[in-house]
């Protein structure tokens, strides 16, 4: 593995504003922030993306993101927050160690998130489930 920044930081040897620690998880200030309070919410070992992560991480990462987003609602009195995760350099991931963001919003905060939605044509919303179950049930076996 090549070096990584959030490996750094749960080793201690960068710096960070660290908000939340536990055994596997750890939470920082993101040091460029949407919105300032916008955190991460980081596995302690390293895995590359969301579909890496072993299932028995999942709970904590949750438990941790619970607590922040919690503490960041009554800090900030926010009315809401976004809640996400970039995986794959096409979604925007930067760093490839997986983490959660939690951004505050305000009202007139001038972010916008522009969607072209779609409409499935005849039929094909339930082939594109059918396809998708398949790959869950034989995953799931």
């Not at 895995?47 to 028995?56: E, N, S």
């Not at 072209?116 to 919303?125: A, C, R, S």
């Amino acid at each position: 593995m090549t070096s990584c920044i959030f490996c750094d930081i749960i080793a201690h040897r960068i710096a960070a504003e660290i908000l939340y620690e536990d055994d596997g998880v750890i939470s920082i200030l993101d040091t460029n922030p949407i919105h300032y309070g916008h955190a991460l919410v980081i596995p302690k070992a390293h895995y590359r993306d969301f579909l890496a992560l072993p299932r028995t991480e999942l709970a904590g990462i949750m438990h941790a993101a619970h607590i922040v987003a919690g503490a960041l609602v009554s800090t900030y009195r926010l009315e809401g927050y976004n809640f996400f995760s970039n995986n794959g350099a096409i979604a925007g991931q930067s760093v490839f160690h997986f983490h959660l963001h939690i951004t505050p919003r305000f009202p007139d905060d001038d972010i916008h998130f522009t969607l072209n939605l779609k409409k499935y044509e005849e039929g094909k919303m339930r082939e594109a489930a059918t396809a998708i179950r398949a790959h869950i049930q034989s995953s799931h076996q």
